[in-house]
């Protein structure tokens, strides 16, 4: 079945350091991708998503490419802010299904 | 424009009794999904809904759970016999038509004792 295997964190940075967290998937088909950050107490907030290969997903400074050939959905920014702490999940969903399939989650800290 | 409400945002209950979650969606969207998170985990998928149907419930697990998206109110995911194992955060979501726009609520987080 599907899988999505993301970094172990803690991620600990410092304010401005450059962050990426990495994401690799299983799929069957064609999937359409995606990143969600949760915040302490709170439910999950789509930050970015791409529905196919080599398409590039980006908001609030974060990036994701889609690399089928690597089967990869890295996310990156170039200068984290300490409001960035959250936990962060990289997720999928194949065609033709609604339902998402999770990894376990990155916790980031970024430090003033 | 309201966002995806659930309630109660936490709810405990002894080991036997029932629990009721309550979902109410998105203004205009007409599909609802139902995640559990066990603590320092990802979420996973348990069932997907649509008004009065059940669509996809191929996480749910094959006792004790149920759920239902009735034509007038909420969507409910009712817990019966509760065990300790059942503690955990359950989020539902919504989204129009379209399969783009997942909105999620804040969860309800469940403790059994």
């Known amino acids: 079945g599907d899988s999505v295997t993301q970094m172990e964190g803690p991620v600990t940075l410092s304010e401005e350091a450059f962050l990426t967290i990495n994401c690799t998937y299983t799929a069957t088909g064609y999937p359409s991708l995606f990143w969600y950050v949760q915040y302490p107490g709170e439910g999950l907030q789509l930050l970015l998503k791409?529905?196919?290969?080599?398409d590039k997903g980006s908001n609030k400074g974060f990036e994701a490419t889609y690399r089928k050939e690597t089967t990869s959905f890295h996310l990156e920014k170039g200068s984290v802010q300490v409001s960035d702490s959250a936990v962060y999940f990289c997720a999928l969903s194949e065609a033709g299904r609604r339902a998402l399939t999770f990894g376990s989650g990155t916790r980031l800290q970024v430090q003033p | 424009n309201a966002g995806v409400m659930q309630n109660p945002r936490h709810l405990v209950r002894r080991r036997g009794q029932e629990a009721r979650l309550r979902c109410s969606p998105m203004?205009?969207?007409?599909?609802v999904y139902w995640y559990r998170q066990l603590p320092e985990e990802g979420l996973k998928f348990m069932v997907y809904?649509?008004?009065?149907?059940?669509?996809?419930e191929s996480g749910m697990p094959k006792e004790r759970f149920s759920a239902e998206f009735p034509k007038e109110g909420p969507s409910i995911l009712r817990i019966q016999q509760v065990v300790r194992g059942d503690s955990a955060a359950y989020f539902c979501?919504?989204?129009?038509?379209?399969?783009?726009?997942?909105?999620f609520g804040s969860g309800t987080r469940l403790t059994v004792v």
């Open positions: 791409a529905t196919k290969a080599d």
């Open positions: 979501a919504s989204s129009p038509d379209t399969k783009d726009g997942y909105t």
């Open positions: 203004k205009g969207h007409s599909h």
């Open positions: 809904l649509q008004k009065e149907n059940i669509i996809d």
